[in-house]
């Protein structure tokens, strides 16, 4: 009974926080309800006896993505109005993707099946064999469903290069780096032993001359006021 309580409040909170971090106008509030929703689904991964995944979700996701997302969004001056000039131009196109990807999901659940045994590792996560959940899931990914998981990664990896994309912008006076320049460049570079103490004048490196100090005003002339003033 508290299991199915915990189950729904947990589920209920994630599905709320979901919403908020794509309806949000804030992108911090965003990052926000997305840590939320985290914390919720590692609740429920717990529930489910996959304390591995909960502690991995609250580590990996929350603890370095999620906090990374944050201090990027907030460090990065994007300007978010210009980024949604070109909403409704792209709109239809993006319409047709999301109808493609709704048409999918309706697929897979339609013809989605549970397990004959799906109750019994419900009430018994815990593999067989003497198998942790560690090493079950381990083989799952690095054995079974090798090739899935590589093309996840390459997912994640274009999604990350499309979010340097979208935030690179050319700024006046940066200095870029120049990996051609640098490998072509011929001879090796000189070591100079500069004496203790010689400052960087030996290396013929002069720093900016400090500032003058203001120069006072001269206090104004007392034309016989102490002495009675001119008759």
Same mark, same amino acid.
């Given at each position: 009974?508290?299991?199915?309580?915990? #189950?729904? !409040?947990? /589920?209920?909170? +994630? =599905? %709320?926080? @979901?919403?908020?971090?794509?309806?949000?106008?804030?992108? *911090?509030?965003?990052?926000?309800?997305?840590?939320?929703?985290? #914390?919720? !689904?590692? /609740?429920?991964? +717990? =529930? %489910?006896? @996959?304390?591995?995944?909960?502690?991995?979700?609250?580590? *990996?996701?929350?603890?370095?993505?999620?906090?990374?997302?944050? #201090?990027?969004?907030?460090?990065?001056?994007?300007?978010?109005?210009?980024?949604?000039?070109?909403?409704?131009?792209?709109?239809?196109?993006?319409?047709?993707?999301?109808?493609?990807?709704?048409?999918?999901?309706?697929?897979?659940?339609?013809?989605?099946?549970?397990?004959?045994?799906?109750?019994?590792?419900?009430?018994?996560?815990?593999?067989?064999?003497?198998?942790?959940?560690?090493?079950?899931?381990?083989?799952?990914?690095?054995?079974?469903?090798?090739?899935?998981?590589?093309?996840?990664?390459?997912?994640?990896?274009?999604?990350?290069?499309?979010?340097?994309?979208?935030?690179?912008?050319?700024?006046?006076?940066?200095?870029?780096?120049?990996?051609?320049?640098?490998?072509?460049?011929?001879?090796?570079?000189?070591?100079?032993?500069?004496?203790?103490?010689?400052?960087?004048?030996?290396?013929?490196?002069?720093?900016?001359?400090?500032?003058?100090?203001?120069?006072?005003?001269?206090?104004?002339?007392?034309?016989?006021?102490?002495?009675?003033?001119?008759?």
């Amino acid at each position: 009974m508290i299991a199915s309580l915990a #189950f729904y !409040a947990f /589920a209920a909170v +994630l =599905i %709320a926080s @979901a919403v908020m971090v794509v309806s949000s106008r804030n992108p *911090v509030h965003s990052v926000l309800f997305l840590i939320l929703a985290f #914390f919720n !689904a590692a /609740a429920l991964m +717990l =529930i %489910a006896g @996959a304390e591995f995944l909960a502690m991995i979700l609250v580590i *990996v996701y929350v603890g370095a993505v999620a906090v990374l997302f944050l #201090f990027v969004v907030m460090m990065l001056d994007i300007d978010f109005s210009q980024l949604r000039e070109g909403f409704q131009r792209y709109a239809p196109i993006g319409a047709v993707i999301g109808g493609i990807l709704f048409l999918e999901l309706i697929f897979v659940l339609s013809t989605w099946r549970f397990a004959p045994d799906a109750a019994d590792l419900r009430l018994n996560p815990n593999p067989g064999g003497g198998v942790s959940n560690t090493a079950a899931l381990g083989r799952i990914l690095y054995t079974d469903y090798l090739y899935l998981f590589q093309l996840a990664g390459l997912v994640l990896l274009v999604a990350m290069i499309g979010a340097i994309v979208l935030t690179l912008r050319d700024r006046v006076g940066t200095r870029r780096q120049n990996i051609a320049a640098q490998v072509a460049r011929s001879g090796s570079v000189g070591l100079v032993k500069v004496p203790t103490g010689a400052g960087l004048r030996e290396l013929g490196i002069l720093r900016p001359p400090e500032p003058e100090a203001p120069k006072a005003l001269p206090e104004p002339a007392d034309h016989g006021h102490g002495h009675g003033g001119h008759h």
